[in-house]
């Protein structure tokens, strides 16, 4: 990453891993018989702080686990419930593989898509409230449609559901 | 019980006898229900012959592959020197399966229990339960009731306060389908994308972090406890139809019915009642006219295919499908079959982990021929491209997900055909806009 194409943020960065965030890290690194096996851990850690994980957080990451930065970065992007990019401080996550579609999840999408203000997938609301994916299966496929607002698991839901349940997300 | 309904006359109630019955997720709650007896009866046989029991069970594994539980365990080697790892595959993420789930939500310490009985059968003393990363309540239950097994000496030290050692560690996974193929999740493990492994090397020789790892899916290990209580025999008469698939299985159900949820049967139930009295059947006015059996990897069966089909490993596989992993996908006579095809494909052209060339340019051509053709600009031989295609992405691959992509394609053409014809001719409007 050349220095110039760094944004502001990240110019000042901040590392994640001090105090009691590298302690956990530590006794995490007991459990396993390498430092690697922390890798998805210790990324969950950094998006749990930081909302994202940015290239320099992907650089403190391997350093902290003894891998180079490319090797962070292809881990990451294998992954999609690792943010590369900002999100709206709700990431709204829409199954619409085969079961739900059975079962008209495409038209659930749409209603989110409206109602939050994005109207593009992975745009986030100019509110920075939302940002809406389209996921493959989510595993509750008999309780379609399910949806994944940050950690909060919300089974059947329809269109007519979706404006009521947005409201307990600012 | 065929969770969230009542439990059907017709179930065979094992596993899910809790669901839905919040006290039997605390460690006091399973206690109360005989929790933890089949661990201290394991505990108190040599590890070779708890393997014995479940060999003569004839367990299978339930995440789709079928292969027998306790053969798997006896490859394991003896006296080897080596850590051994237990791997408990929660990765959940076969379309149209949600078993897994339940059992992690409402019997959190029976699964715990099963992965204690196989770690001691097969030496390990540490287990990892790597669990989707979107299953954020099961992974809240199972941290909460293995910080429980801790807490009260079932795991740590000494299992049970006088067995071996044993570690468990609940891992999260990030949102990645081919983390459940039992290779991919061993890479996952170990910090590295999730690209399955050319075997051999089988897990039993060099498995997570190289040394001899044995992977059971949750269903399976949730069975372990109940065979130890209650023995090879009885789990062995719980069989229908063929002699070779035994005990009970969970069926999700989903798509098209009434009733969708789960339903613990008996090996060799006739795929018929399941959908149509357990499960209830089409909406109203609605014939059946398709079902993918088990998960979305599997063939595609038509109405005709259904009809006396009994649901075991050997049943579904004479009805020119498979078992797998119990999810059944129900169509009804409003499908529109190609787009569903369609949808399937570009469900495996995403999750892909890109390795293999025949997987990787196959699955994504497959999802552009599939949307040529919805868009109205499929051409006459877009089918045979499609089955060449499909023919090239078969048993050419590490593993099995290019298969899985093709497998839908190929029955889906053989078996509703006209529905493609359709769009082919124009007799039918496009149902994408054109590519």
Do not use: I, N, V
């Given at each position: 990453m050349s220095t110039a194409g760094a944004s502001a943020s990240e110019t000042s960065y901040q590392p994640v891993f001090t105090g009691e965030t590298m302690a956990a890290l530590e006794t995490l690194f007991e459990r396993y018989p390498t430092k690697q096996a922390c890798m998805l851990p210790a990324l969950w850690m950094v998006q749990e702080a930081r909302g994202w994980i940015s290239e320099r957080a992907m650089a403190e990451v391997a350093e902290v686990i003894g891998v180079t930065p490319a090797y962070v970065k292809g881990v990451v992007t294998f992954y999609t419930m690792y943010h590369t990019h900002p999100v709206g401080r709700n990431v709204i996550q829409v199954c619409t593989t085969t079961p739900c579609s059975l079962c008209g999840a495409e038209a659930v999408l749409r209603t989110i898509l409206q109602e939050t203000g994005c109207e593009e997938l992975g745009r986030t609301s100019t509110d920075g409230r939302f940002t809406v994916q389209e996921v493959e299966c989510l595993g509750a496929c008999g309780f379609a449609t399910p949806i994944l607002v940050n950690d909060d698991f919300i089974e059947s839901v329809t269109p007519e559901r979706v404006a009521g349940l947005l409201e307990g997300y600012k | 019980m065929g969770y969230p309904y009542p439990p059907d006359e017709k179930e065979t109630v094992v596993l899910s006898q809790?669901?839905?019955?919040?006290?039997?997720?605390s460690y006091q709650g399973w206690v109360k229900r005989g929790g933890y007896q089949a661990l201290e009866a394991a505990l108190a046989m040599e590890p070779g012959a708890v393997t014995d029991v479940v060999k003569a069970s004839g367990l299978r594994g339930r995440g789709g592959a079928g292969f027998p539980t306790g053969l798997k365990w006896s490859f394991m080697p003896k006296d080897s020197g080596k850590d051994h790892y237990l791997v408990c595959n929660a990765d959940e993420s076969e379309p149209g399966t949600f078993k897994d789930r339940e059992i992690m939500r409402w019997t959190p310490h029976g699964l715990i229990e099963g992965c204690a009985i196989a770690a001691y059968a097969i030496g390990a003393e540490c287990c990892y339960v790597y669990i989707r990363g979107e299953f954020t309540e099961p992974l809240a239950i199972m941290a909460k009731a293995v910080a429980e097994a801790y807490a009260n000496g079932v795991l740590g030290e000494k299992l049970l306060g006088t067995g071996p050692r044993l570690e468990m560690i609940i891992h999260r996974g990030a949102g990645a389908y081919i983390c459940g193929e039992e290779t991919g999740l061993m890479n996952s493990l170990e910090g590295r994308r999730g690209n399955p492994r050319i075997k051999p090397p089988f897990p039993a020789q060099a498995g997570v972090f190289g040394l001899p790892t044995t992977v059971n899916n949750v269903e399976t290990l949730a069975a372990v406890p109940h065979i130890i209580n209650r023995g090879a025999d009885w789990y062995q008469g719980i069989c229908l139809g063929n002699e070779k698939s035994t005990g009970t299985k969970l069926y999700s159900v989903c798509g098209h019915v009434q009733k969708p949820g789960n339903y613990e049967l008996a090996m060799g139930t006739p795929l018929e009642e399941l959908i149509f009295d357990m499960a209830g059947?089409?909406?109203?006015g609605r014939t059946l006219k398709a079902v993918i059996p088990g998960g979305s990897s599997v063939p595609i069966m038509d109405a005709e295919d259904v009809k006396g089909c009994l649901l075991d490993y050997e049943g579904v596989v004479e009805r020119g499908s498979m078992l797998g992993s119990g999810g059944v996908i129900v169509m009804d006579d409003s499908t529109d079959m190609v787009y569903q095809i369609y949808r399937l494909t570009r469900f495996y052209a995403h999750e892909s982990?890109?390795?293999?060339t025949q997987c990787r340019e196959g699955t994504a051509w497959t999802v552009k021929i599939l949307e040529r053709i919805l868009g109205g600009h499929g051409k006459e031989s877009d089918l045979d491209l499609l089955l060449d295609l499909a023919d090239n992405m078969t048993g050419t691959t590490i593993c099995v997900l290019s298969d899985s992509c093709a497998a839908p394609v190929v029955s889906g053409i053989a078996k509703f055909r006209s529905e493609f014809d359709a769009y082919l001719s124009g007799a039918r409007p496009p149902a994408l806009a054109a590519h």
């Open positions: - | 809790y669901f839905g019955d919040e006290g039997a997720r059947g089409m909406p109203p982990c890109a390795q293999c």
